[in-house]
């Protein structure tokens, strides 16, 4: 199964977690990434991703982001193709810079688009499933049993207990606090001055700078 994380579904643990949905969201996407680590699921990237990334509020998390390209099976590069299909998106009312990353995962036949933005899952989007984190864990469910919340916590924190101690481990769960920032809200005006013609430009001039520093 071949699926593509936005960059939102990316930043939601590191989102504010007061709210019970973007913690839900926080804890689903955390999973997909096990699932991609066990070669359980193929994960695409694009350079759009690495476009949007450079534009984090934090380095550390846009280094944390970065480093999943290399567990991706394909990485996709913005094509004339992507930008015809990105403009027919936007007759959906899809804006630009949500039209390119669903238009590379189309040229990634992509089974599924991972996205915590409710403008993008509200769109009628052919070719290709868009979908939250936690709903496409249900559609996961349906072939693989999950992991219990209790089996899980018991296995993290053996892990953490063995590597640091049980009082360092313990110390280390009450320090888990998430920022009051939410990527989702931040990233919708991002972009909002720039046409598609002028992100896809951007996105492709970025690409090159990628190239060299690779």
Known sequence: MRIYLDLCCYNRPYDEQDNIIVRLESEA????????????LELVWSSMLDYENKDNQSDKKCERIAAWKKMAVVSVRINDTIQKTAANLMTLGIKNNDAIPIASAVA??????????????????????TINSLHFLERYEDDKLLENDVLLKRAGMEVLTEHLGLIEAERFVMLLRRESFDYTEWRRTLYKNKTLEELCDDVKRFEKINDQTE
């Open 29 to 40: 996407k955390l999973f997909i990434q096990g699932l991609i680590r066990d070669r359980q």
């Open 108 to 129: 990634a036949h992509v089974d599924y688009f991972i996205t915590t933005d409710k403008r993008i899952l509200n769109k009628p989007v052919a070719k290709i499933m």
